[in-house]
């Protein structure tokens, strides 16, 4: 076929050509185990993501990685061989990565030169079908082992074109130097496989010298356990003939726990009654005790109240004698102020009839005053007449009579000043005398009033007085009563305070009692104990024996099955041996010949060879290796 995609394209080679097959394939675990399988199925690589949808009219939504959640899967499918090892136990985690080759040849799984490898990193075998088996058809005995894995690479090689035709394309020099390196890389491959085979005889001869010395201890190996199993069954057929006796032992023992349990609980019953004896000796004291002091105190209030009512008493009293001198001194007062209060009247009386009088004399004063105003006017006029006729004589006698006439009025006016000061003065006697005796009757009422609330005053505390002395008669009486109850109170804690004293002394037999017998019990159940202990320690170790004689007696049979594939061990092992030479012979002559190839396509047609007898002498190691570790194991398990 003549590449026509990417003939002008120089970056890349992408031509679509030789797509490869799904039916050749290898497993490769722990480096170690090629495994031929039926089929591989269910792996894959997926990533989770959160979906966010946005609204409005968008026409996509957000993606977001999440955790994985889960674990990823592969499925492998394997025929059950009669050599069959399983190398992927249930459980196992495995160490190194499982690689899948898918090669685009059989039997041509070549790392790094297979045309795609699968790289699964973090397995654990989680899960392991065993296939179905039925009678009524014939099939093959398929297994299929589930592993779980944390990753997985894909691994693709450029130069897995091997074997193909390489020229005749317009690209020829590219296509000449892709040939030279593959051809390169083909030569280094066979060279590490017969390197890795050049030593492999003299390794081989070791292990099987190995084998054989191992599969000469198996006879020694299997008498020395001969000998631990005997010495155990002495040594349980010894422990179980102690077990009657150490079983009377325990049951004598238990049955003194039981008679000693049942004395303790008699005398526990017996400490408990008098224990509650006593605490009922101490509450009834606590309570005589507690009334004792209530007693006491209602004495002394009852003492104290008593004392109280003698002195309010005799306050009482104090104050009723207080208020009636009061009222009796009030009494006198309001005596003199009457006293004072009928002068003050007199004085009033004499005062209005002296004002009366100078009234009389006032207008008895204006009236002269009066008629010398009008003799003053009638001499005036006389006097302008005669001096209107210029009389002398006239002039002069009414000049006379005028001065006479001004004499009286003015005599009059002054008996007029006079009656009026006279009247003035009556006024303000008349007004001193009102005002003193308007004040004495204001004091006589307040006399009065205080006189009657001092007296009432007197009559309630006189009242009180009588009721504060019922009051402290009854005191008194109840004083003397509240000393009595304190007396019996008294008496009756006493009473209860020997009564204690007696629980206390009645308490001391039982409890020694309880004592000792709790010392016994304590004695009898370490005695069934160590009783227990000694049978169980005894069945324990009759258990034990039985273990490791059951387990030496697996080793035995175990070494005696090595012992008898011993013989068909060896020979495998010299087969596998005597077949070593032969391929690592061949590898070497086919890597010469790979060496000395001038083309890929010679050098292709000598490597599988390589590939196949450095595997073969691979495997003959890798068996050889699985037997001696096969014997080890039996020498050691």
Request: proline fraction near 2%; include cysteine.
């Amino acid at each position: 076929m003549e590449a026509s995609i990417t003939d002008d394209n120089t970056l890349v080679s992408n031509q679509g050509k030789h797509p490869l097959v799904n039916f050749n394939f290898m497993l490769r675990v722990e480096a170690l185990f090629d495994l031929p399988c039926k089929s591989v199925h269910a792996f894959s690589r997926e990533l989770e993501y959160d979906l966010i949808q946005e609204g409005g009219l968008n026409d996509y939504v957000h993606m977001r990685r999440k955790p994985i959640s889960k674990p990823f899967t592969l499925e492998i499918e394997r025929y059950v061989g009669i050599d069959y090892f399983d190398c992927m136990p249930l459980g196992a985690e495995l160490v190194l990565p499982v690689l899948l080759f898918v090669s685009r040849y059989g039997g041509q799984f070549i790392p790094m030169v297979v045309a795609r490898t699968y790289v699964f990193t973090g397995c654990t075998v989680m899960k392991k079908n065993f296939g179905d088996l039925t009678g009524d058809q014939s099939g093959l005995l398929v297994e299929t082992t589930t592993l779980a894995y944390r990753e997985m690479l894909c691994v693709d090689v450029p130069w897995s074109m091997v074997g193909q035709k390489l020229t005749g394309t317009p690209n020829g020099i590219q296509t000449a130097v892709g040939a030279r390196e593959s051809l390169e890389r083909i030569k280094e491959l066979s060279a590490a496989a017969r390197k890795k085979v050049k030593n492999a005889g003299e390794t081989a001869q070791k292990t099987l010298d190995t084998i054989a010395a191992d599969a000469g201890k198996l006879a020694e190996a299997i008498a020395a356990v001969g000998t631990v199993i005997a010495d155990l069954d002495r040594d349980v057929t010894d422990q179980a003939g102690k077990l009657p006796t150490l079983q009377a032992d325990y049951e004598k023992a238990a049955k003194a726990v039981t008679a000693q349990k049942t004395a303790f609980d008699e005398k526990t019953a017996a400490f408990d009654a008098a224990k509650k004896t006593l605490a009922a000796a101490r509450r009834a004291d606590n309570t005589a005790q507690t009334e004792k002091k209530s007693a006491e105190n209602a004495a002394s209030a009852a003492r104290w109240k008593a004392g109280r009512g003698n002195q309010n008493l005799s306050d009482a009293e104090e104050k009723a004698e207080a208020s009636a001198t009061a009222a009796q001194e009030l009494s006198e007062q309001i005596t003199e102020k009457q006293s004072a209060l009928q002068a003050a009247q007199t004085r009033k009386t004499a005062a209005e009839q002296a004002q009366a009088e100078a009234g009389e004399t006032v207008t008895a004063a204006q009236r002269a005053l009066e008629t010398a105003r009008r003799e003053r006017v009638t001499a005036q006029s006389a006097l302008d007449e005669a001096e209107e006729i210029a009389e002398a004589d006239g002039i002069a006698e009414a000049r006379g009579l005028l001065a006479e006439a001004v004499a009286a009025l003015s005599l009059a006016e002054s008996a007029v000043g006079q009656a009026t000061a006279g009247v003035g003065a009556a006024q303000r006697a008349k007004s001193a005398a009102e005002a003193e005796a308007s004040q004495l009757e204001s004091q006589i009422a307040s006399l009065k009033n205080r006189e009657t609330q001092l007296k009432k005053t007197a009559e309630i505390t006189q009242t009180a007085a009588g009721k504060t002395k019922a009051l402290a008669d009854g005191s008194e009486a109840d004083a003397k009563a509240a000393e009595t109850a304190a007396d019996e109170a008294q008496k009756a804690a006493e009473a209860s305070a020997t009564a204690v004293e007696k629980a206390e002394t009645a308490l001391l037999q039982p409890q020694e009692a309880w004592t000792v017998a709790q010392k016994s019990l304590t004695d009898a159940e370490a005695t069934a104990a160590a009783g227990l202990a000694a049978l169980s320690a005894c069945q324990t170790e009759i258990r034990d024996k039985k273990a490791a004689r059951g387990k030496a007696q697996d080793r035995k049979k175990l070494l005696e099955a090595a012992e008898k594939a011993k013989e068909f061990k060896l020979s495998t092992a010299k087969a596998y041996l005597d077949a070593i030479p032969d391929n690592a012979t061949k590898c070497g002559e086919e890597d010469d010949r790979v060496q000395s190839s001038e083309s890929v396509d010679e050098a292709n047609r000598y490597y599988p060879t390589v590939q196949r007898t450095g595997g073969d002498v691979q495997k003959a190691l890798s068996n050889l290796q699985s037997i001696s570790a096969y014997f080890k194991n039996c020498l050691t398990a």
